[in-house]
Nanobody, 127 residues
């Protein structure tokens, strides 16, 4: 059974930090890029970051560059999203997902067509 379980969300103050985790199982982790995307009520899905372990590269959407850092552990098959300097506009449900296409293509498609995805975790940022 494929699982991508996001956790670590919660309430943070503006300027604060949270660290999200995504534990995966049931698929060949090394064959996929892993992404974080978010969706706030009434807003469209927004891609946050994409990690390609084979390339050793991570891609970020402009609004989080310099504040968020995505990393992964191929042994634990877990990825992380360190979120610093949080802003109220970062509030959303954050989901992790996996795709067999490269990050550049995933990003170009707006993170809309993802092979695998799991439940999200709520992030709330107070001003």
């Amino acid at each position: 059974e494929v699982q991508l379980q996001a956790s670590g969300g919660g309430l943070a103050q503006a300027g604060g930090s949270l660290r999200l985790s995504c534990a995966t199982s049931g698929f060949n982790f090394d064959d996929y890029v892993i992404v974080w995307f978010r969706q706030a009520p009434g807003k469209e899905r927004e891609g946050v970051s994409c990690w390609n372990s084979r390339e050793g590269r991570t891609y970020y959407t402009d609004s989080v560059k310099g504040r968020f850092a995505m990393s992964g552990d191929n042994v634990k098959k877990t990825v992380y999203l360190q979120m610093n300097s949080l802003k109220p506009e970062d509030a959303a449900v954050y989901h992790c997902a996996a795709d067999r296409l490269p990050c550049t293509i995933v990003a170009a498609s707006g993170y809309r067509y993802l092979d695998l995805r799991g439940q999200g975790t709520q992030v709330t940022v107070s001003s």
